[in-house]
Nanobody, 125 residues
Framework: QVQVVESGGGLVRPGGSLRLSCVAS????????LGWFRQAPGKEREFVAG????????YYADSVKGRFTISRDNTKNTVDLQMSSLNPEDTAVYYC??????????????????WGQGTQVTVSS
């Protein structure tokens, strides 16, 4: 079993920044991917950013490209999502998810088996 835990959510003003962290522990795959997703009230869960653990290759949704950066820390076994230039449309519960590496990279929710509980991000003045 794989456990995924997020941290770092909170309240931030428009234009501000916030950093989320995700750690996956337990049974690990030879190679895996970690993705960040978000779900705003009344909307479907959507892909935000993802990273291949082995190669470090990154992937972004068009809505966050240039504002969000996903990165991994091999020493801490964490994946961070640095969010900048936040706006109210970024308000959502953010989830980290993990699964075995696939080719091509998948942005589909159904392709991720292990999910964290989510962390709330609120962008408001």
């Amino acid at each position: 079993q794989v456990q995924v835990v997020e941290s770092g959510g909170g309240l931030v003003r428009p234009g501000g920044s916030l950093r989320l962290s995700c750690v996956a522990s337990g049974r690990t795959f030879m190679s895996y991917v970690l993705g960040w997703f978000r779900q705003a009230p009344g909307k479907e869960r959507e892909f935000v950013a993802g990273i291949r653990w082995t190669s470090g290759a990154t992937y972004y949704a068009d809505s966050v490209k240039g504002r969000f950066t996903i990165s991994r820390d091999n020493t801490k076994n964490t994946v961070d999502l640095q969010m900048s230039s936040l706006n109210p449309e970024d308000t959502a519960v953010y989830y980290c998810a993990a699964d075995q590496e696939k080719f091509p990279f998948s942005r589909r929710i159904d392709d991720y088996s292990y999910w964290g509980q989510g962390t709330q991000v609120t962008v408001s003045s």
